[in-house]
């Protein structure tokens, strides 16, 4: 049952995962561009120029924070990653058929294996 409810929360985010893949290459984009307008700021000698690139950075900034659908799904590509690494864990942890809380059983297994 639990298996069965991760796949369907995974195929959930995995769905707002690619319905807001649009806006998070934007984010992307924009914030590359913010990099850029950033760099060339430093690089500016005159005051009309540092003025000119600080305002198209705002202006860029105000296109990254509307990008409020983007957020939601990096969420979901965070939420696809958990999911993903509590199936792993689910399936590491089947294999195990020792006590986990004696040591003496995780050494023997270990010797037995070396001794082969």
Do not use: C
């Given at each position: 049952m639990k298996k069965f409810i991760l796949f369907v929360l995974g195929l959930a985010a995995l769905m707002v995962l690619l319905a807001n893949m649009g806006p998070m290459i934007l984010l992307a984009v924009s914030v590359w561009l913010l990099y850029v307008v950033f760099k060339q700021f430093m690089k500016a000698d005159s005051l009309g120029k540092k003025i000119g690139w600080t305002i198209l950075g705002l202006f860029i900034l105000s296109i990254t924070f509307s990008n409020i659908f983007a957020?939601?799904?990096?969420?979901?590509?965070?939420?696809?990653?958990?999911?993903?690494?509590?199936?792993?864990?689910?399936?590491?942890?089947?294999?195990?058929?020792?006590?986990q809380s004696d040591p003496f059983v995780n050494f023997e297994r270990e010797w037995a294996e070396l001794n082969k």
């Amino acid at each position: 049952m639990k298996k069965f409810i991760l796949f369907v929360l995974g195929l959930a985010a995995l769905m707002v995962l690619l319905a807001n893949m649009g806006p998070m290459i934007l984010l992307a984009v924009s914030v590359w561009l913010l990099y850029v307008v950033f760099k060339q700021f430093m690089k500016a000698d005159s005051l009309g120029k540092k003025i000119g690139w600080t305002i198209l950075g705002l202006f860029i900034l105000s296109i990254t924070f509307s990008n409020i659908f983007a957020v939601m799904g990096l969420v979901a590509a965070y939420g696809l990653y958990l999911i993903y690494k509590e199936w792993k864990q689910d399936k590491h942890s089947d294999s195990y058929t020792s006590d986990q809380s004696d040591p003496f059983v995780n050494f023997e297994r270990e010797w037995a294996e070396l001794n082969k």
